[in-house]
């Protein structure tokens, strides 16, 4: 399983980005989840999509502005970001993450540290 992430970049406050997580093989079954690092931070959960039933789950802070998805025929992740602020930037990670009604979003477990990817740079001006 290889993953890597794309569709960063530089936006103005209130801008949209899309990232993708693409992989080598079937994402179907993977419960797949986006985290952001920022310099000097701890790593934090964004949002998770399960493997089993498509449920997603998010951050309170993206709640709303965030919208996680899966394309199947792509092997595929998507993380649509709306409504950005400064206080998103950040670089963005794809992982096999813990991802489950009772996940603590935030502190969401990586499953496959192995399979962490390069991340992509997403950075919101003022």
């Known amino acids: 399983l290889q993953l890597v992430e794309s569709g960063g970049g530089l936006v103005q406050s209130g801008g949209s980005l899309r990232l993708s997580c693409a992989a080598s093989?079937?994402?179907?079954?993977?419960?797949i989840g986006w985290l952001l690092q920022a310099p000097g931070k701890e790593r934090e959960g964004v949002s998770c999509i399960s493997g089993t039933d498509g449920r997603s789950y998010y951050l309170d802070s993206v709640k709303g502005r965030f919208t996680i998805s899966r394309n199947s025929a792509k092997n595929t992740i998507y993380l649509q970001m709306s409504g950005l602020k400064p206080e998103d930037t950040s670089a963005y990670y794809c992982?096999?993450?813990?991802?489950?009604?009772?996940?603590?979003?935030?502190?969401?477990?990586?499953?496959?540290?192995?399979?962490w990817g390069q991340g992509d740079q997403v950075a919101v001006s003022s």
């Open positions: 992982a096999p993450v813990e991802c489950e009604p009772t996940t603590n979003i935030q502190a969401m477990p990586v499953l496959l540290v192995a399979y």
């Open positions: 093989v079937s994402l179907d079954y993977y419960p």
